[in-house]
């Protein structure tokens, strides 16, 4: 498990302190995790829908949302009514 | 008598027939949140003004009604309060995850259920503090301080709605809304010694919910009776537009049973040893009611069930990982490094299992071990109506014993986890105490059996008198 490069993928910056104290924590994790492979799943299908639910729709109908002064409401940062974010120039 | 210490019935009786009014039951609750919370710390936010407004507004309504039971059928939490878990979105009221990333977050709107709770004319006192956007049994891994068990301040209360099940054991509310994802509204009920209804998956609406595990997440409601859990989860269940994954299933048990009509299942798994020997003689003596009552007690068994907590914690950390994608800091909340280390953890975790070259030894195999745990239960249910069985392996452990070692507290979840793989209903009643701390039995049914469990679980609960016992504050 490369603490480093996951970190990099899930856009978390990890400490020092923190790489060490995860890269044990972690380890015992998934090492726990294994046992899953002892089972026999070579005919089951994966489940991630579990009362069957298929395709939810709903009219497509014009309805009130937010106005803009309560989209920009948590933001940390906006200028003239945009969310403003980090650019990274490369 | 305290009027905070009484039950959603009685606070509707009392409300209709003049005895007191919503002003009085709020101030109650605000004054025993003021007397109590410092040393228990149910609340991240206590809405002191909002609710005596929203209080006021009640009393308005009820005194100027022509009918004040029509009224009460219309609105039948007028005036009641209520506290909900920091991880719903409530208008206008800091909701927080529990979370210091979302220290300074205030929704614009309210999660459906909360909104449920208002329509019905709920007063929200409070946000409750629970584990880090719900990943814990203890809720230590709150961003805002730990929640103490009101029945001995130096043990947890539980997760992750740990503050939910601790202000309704404290009187501090008359009920609570949580979130069930492995365990968090059972765990904590059970510690707590308050009722604690798990739905069905797609019973009560997610929206607004700040999402943790999408194909687990179940909100549902704490209380001190089963009686008051039937009425919440009756107002709370119901498609949601808004909720892709909301149920319209509307049927429940086609035949109602009677104790001497059930076939209850105990697995021996959940009474293995693992299982502390105070939880195992308090759950099994609860069992005796059902037996001395004519119910047929199967011993069964659920090899699958060590395979949950592994399964849970390659599947969930995976959907959370994509979930807390959002927080960026853009649009709402603070920069990713201010994210708890357990949400750190289970990103990480989570980003693993789904990464290239490990997605199909992790989660494609854990969805596969997902579908025969539901298998497990789908075909043990063919044979008994209702499994029971501990809720946690152990009684509530001291704060600081687990929170170092993130396995080992991964690991109380055993008897809950399976339970949402499956996506089943299952409640945690109060079966008495094991050297003064509440110990919980959990009564689990089919999809849509809501209805059984609570008319089982009542049937038990009339028979004892474990609800009317309040901690020692």
Redesign the interface.
Known sequence: MNIKHLAKLANLELTEAEMVKFQDQLTAIMTYIDKLSKLDTSEVEPVSQVTGKVNTLRPDTVTPSLNQAEALKNAQRQHNGFFVTKIEWK | MEINTITISEARQGLISGKFRAADLVQACLEQIKKHDRRIFSFITVSDSEAREAAQEADKLISSADNRKRLFEEKPLLGIPIAVKDVLSTRDLRTTASSKILE???P??DATVVARMRSAGAVVVGKTNSDTFAFGASTENSGYGVTHNPWDLDRVAGGSSGGSAAAVAADEAIFSLGTDTGGSIRLPASFCGVVGLKL???RASRYGLLSMAS?FDTPGPLTKTVADAREIYTLLAGED?KD??S?S?KKTYTKKKSINQLKIGLPTEYFDVGLDSGVRKTVLKAVDFFKDHGATIKTISLPKT??G???Y??LVPSEI?SNL?RY???????T??F?E?EA??R???G??SL?SGYYD??Y?????????I?DEFETAFRDVDLIMGPVCPTPPFRIGERVND??AM?LSDVYTVTVN???LPSISVPAGFSDGLPVGLQIIGP?WSEELILDTAEAYEAATDWHKKKPNL
């Open positions: 300074n977050y205030t614009v709107f069905t998956y797609g194909s537009l892709a994954t149920s299933v060590e395979y907590v592994a399964t914690y390659v990982s994608g960026d800091g853009t649009r709402f909340g603070k990713r490094d994210f280390g750190k953890r990103i990480i975790i980003t693993f990464s030894a992790y494609k195999k854990a969805s596969q071990v997902r579908a025969l539901m993130p396995l991964y793989l499956a996506g999809q």
